[in-house]
T-cell receptor
Framework: SQQGEEDPQALSIQEGENATMNCSYK?????LQWYRQNSGRGLVHLIL?????REKHSGRLRVTLDTSKKSSSLLITASRAADTASYFC?????????????FGSGTRLLVRP | NAGVTQTPKFQVLKTGQSMTLQCAQD?????MYWYRQDPGMGLRLIYY???????DKGEVPNGYNVSRLNKREFSLRLESAAPSQTSVYFC????????????FGSGTRLTVV
């Protein structure tokens, strides 16, 4: 079973616009991570936010975490055509003694030139 | 380039055939993982190895076996392939501990006919 569920499943925006993707999860977590996957490629780690953090930035990426609502959002500002990819959230469950990540089903982002 | 290397990139098997997917990392990571990715379902963990000499089942281990050959290499074996194992397989590695992102290989696209 998957821990995270991304919303929306697909998103199409114009270049220059901001893209927001949401992730909800079911159980307590140690941290939440976001990954990008270009078509036909492996996943690339974007950003990690710990359970005691509320917001984190990396370049044009902004991630928020609300543990009371068990949700996170990924904001990509000033999007570019090269941002076209699938984006996945993944969690490390808080009660799990191992470090394995549980992935959501992803959001497909299309940035139109 | 440093990272995770998977071989082969593509494979077609007949039902009942066996094969081994190879994975090697050169980042001196202790932990390694095998995931499968099916359309619309994100990634599901098959097996993982928290450290050299240990392996544990993930969410979908049936029909698979693994070997952590040494710290660098973690192989996935299909003893008797079934059409349900048609998928894209990803190997990943990470530092030990919960607050590290994963580094993924580029994947093996397997079709079982």
């Amino acid at each position: 079973s998957q821990q995270g569920e991304e919303d929306p499943q697909a998103l199409s925006i114009q270049e220059g616009e901001n893209a927001t993707m949401n992730c909800s999860y079911k159980t307590s977590i140690n941290n939440l991570q976001w990954y990008r996957q270009n078509s036909g490629r492996g996943l690339v780690h974007l950003i990690l936010i710990r359970s005691n953090e509320r917001e984190k930035h990396s370049g044009r990426l902004r991630v928020t975490l609300d543990t009371s609502k068990k949700s996170s959002s990924l904001l990509i500002t000033a999007s570019r055509a090269a941002d076209t990819a699938s984006y996945f959230c993944a969690t490390v469950p808080g009660m799990d003694s191992s470090y394995k990540l549980i992935f959501g089903s992803g959001t497909r982002l299309l940035v139109r030139p | 380039n440093a990272g995770v290397t998977q071989t082969p990139k593509f494979q077609v098997l007949k039902t009942g055939q066996s094969m081994t997917l190879q994975c090697a990392q050169d980042m001196n990571h202790n932990s390694m993982y095998w995931y499968r990715q099916d359309p619309g379902m994100g990634l599901r963990l098959i097996y993982y190895s928290a450290s050299e000499g240990t392996t544990d089942k993930g969410e979908v281990p049936n029909g698979y076996n693994v070997s952590r050959l040494n710290k660098r290499e973690f192989s996935l074996r299909l003893e008797s392939a079934a059409p349900s194992q048609t998928s894209v397989y990803f190997c990943a590695s990470s530092e030990t501990g919960r607050n590290y992102g994963y580094t993924f290989g580029s994947g093996t696209r397997l079709t079982v006919v």
